[in-house]
């Protein structure tokens, strides 16, 4: 084993196989969900040790103007509404960071444990491009374990009404371009 290695993060073997990944990739499989990504996040960062945490997998699509594969710098938790004790997002009397930000990445990600299928203002409002269900938690454990982390996300769907459909039916659509981004990253 690498004394460091990378670690990938993908939620379903379905998004992304590990047989298509480089060997000197350690590969987790989180599971759906902001408590299955930080149960598998934590013990994956106890047995390998990472260097790098690269979280991939699929979105659904905010910004319009965006398609395709995008990377993530910021990443914010959607679904965390305590008002009036703390603004929608911000976890009330918690020292922790509302946000995360990767050192690479141009987007915006909302993070919630629900499947967007409606128009939400608060995600216009906060300016965000694509809505996930696991890298908020990803991005805290890798900030609690001072880890830089990347996150790579495909938009499967529109996050509307017909998203389930949509995401169902372009799951694995991701899989060639993340691969073609990982094998730059590693060069």
């Not at 690269?54 to 679904?79: C, E, H, M, W, Y």
């Not at 608060?122 to 374990?145: G, N, S």
């Amino acid at each position: 084993m690498d004394h460091h290695p990378i670690l990938l993060l993908v939620a379903l073997e379905n998004e992304l196989q590990a047989i298509t990944i480089p060997k000197k990739i350690k590969v987790a499989y989180t599971g759906i969900g902001k408590i299955n990504a930080a149960t598998e996040t934590q013990s994956a960062i106890i047995q390998y040790q990472p260097s790098l945490i690269i979280n991939f997998g699929t979105a659904g699509g905010i910004n319009p103007k965006l398609s395709g594969l995008v990377t993530i710098q910021r990443v914010i938790q959607r679904d965390m509404n305590a008002q009036p004790l703390a603004p929608r997002g911000v976890t009330p009397f918690c020292p922790k960071p509302a946000e995360y930000v990767s050192q690479s990445g141009k987007h915006i990600c909302g993070t919630g444990d629900s499947f967007v299928t409606s128009r939400d203002p608060w995600l216009i409002e906060q300016k965000v491009d694509v809505v996930d269900m696991e890298l908020f938690a990803i991005a805290a454990l890798a900030h609690q374990h001072q880890i830089p982390w990347r996150s790579y996300k495909f938009i499967s769907d529109a996050a509307d009404d017909q998203a389930g459909e949509q995401w169902q039916h372009k799951i694995n659509h991701g899989e060639e371009l993340f691969l073609e981004e990982l094998k730059q990253l590693l060069s």
